[in-house]
């Protein structure tokens, strides 16, 4: 694999590699991906920000589709991938791994400088007074509200969702914060909301005292993402993707490894 063999040399001259990861690092793990290979989506869109604030049903519907996904999305394990870039890590030269991932897997697999740009989806915050909780906890007071749905299967769908179909969501009870009787949403940036800024200056700070940018297993389509890839384009940072198929910054591009993730990186970083 000729490209393989180009980055392979790149990363032996490179120092400190800034790393963005996204849904393709993960869909070995279980968790399925948004986007086609021509960077369409493959299903509608996720949640809109305004849409699970507004709108009581629109909520219900989204954590009785997450009750169902979590049982898989929570007991996902890391991969290959994950594996490998935790390796890459131990091994000193990765300046930050900046993921588009809510699943928390790199964190699992051992690496210890990640900034989760979307946040987590492990976690659950209330939108009036912030507390904070575990999700697997929040998991138990849903079942509990709602019994009649516990029995439900469905197949999965990107993170934690659940493609239930047609039900009477406004049936579904969707319990509220403990300490002040909040609305609960999960830790992670839906559409429509703004990433928190001290994490992208964070993470701008590192890519900018990097010598190279690998973009794994991510199209870019989302600007949240793509915006560190001008940033890197801008300051003469060579950008390198391990994907399958068309990302947004393709034209910004020193070259792309066409290949799975795991199979990719697995060769960068043998176990």
């Given at each position: 694999m000729i490209a393989l063999d180009r980055l392979r040399d790149l990363l032996a001259g490179s120092r400190r590699c800034f790393v963005l990861t996204g849904a393709g690092c993960s869909t070995a793990s279980g968790i399925p991906d948004y986007r086609d290979l021509d960077g369409a989506w493959k299903r509608p869109p996720p949640m809109q920000y305004r849409l699970f604030m507004d709108q009581p049903l629109s909520r219900a519907r989204y954590w009785a589709r997450s009750m169902i996904g979590w049982r898989r999305f929570g007991s996902a394990k890391p991969n290959a991938a994950h594996e490998a870039l935790?390796?890459?890590?131990?091994?000193?030269?990765?300046?930050l791994l900046l993921t588009q991932n809510v699943d928390g897997l790199h964190e699992q697999a051992g690496?210890?400088?990640v900034v989760d740009l979307?946040?987590?989806?492990?976690?659950?915050?209330?939108m009036q007074c912030e507390a904070r909780s575990p999700r697997a906890?929040?998991?138990?007071?849903?079942?509990?509200?709602?019994?009649?749905?516990v029995a439900l299967?469905?197949?999965v769908a990107p993170d934690g969702d659940a493609d239930l179909g047609d039900f009477d969501f406004g049936q579904f009870v969707v319990p509220p914060c403990t300490v002040c009787g909040g609305i609960l949403k999960p830790d992670v940036v839906f559409f429509g909301e703004n990433v928190p800024r001290d994490r992208v200056d964070h993470a701008m700070q590192r890519l900018a005292g990097s010598d190279l940018m690998l973009v794994v297993g991510?199209?870019?389509?989302v600007y949240s993402g793509y915006r560190f890839a001008t940033a890197a384009a801008a300051s003469g940072i060579p950008i390198v993707s391990i994907n399958i198929g068309v990302t947004r910054a393709d034209s910004l591009l020193a070259f792309k490894v066409e290949a799975p993730c795991g199979e990719a990186l697995s060769l960068l970083w043998p176990g």
């Open positions: 935790a390796r890459f890590e131990a091994g000193g030269a990765m300046s690496n210890r400088e979307h946040g987590r989806l492990d976690r659950v915050r209330c906890e929040f998991q138990q007071r849903l079942e509990r509200a709602n019994p009649d749905w299967d469905a197949a991510s199209s870019l389509m």
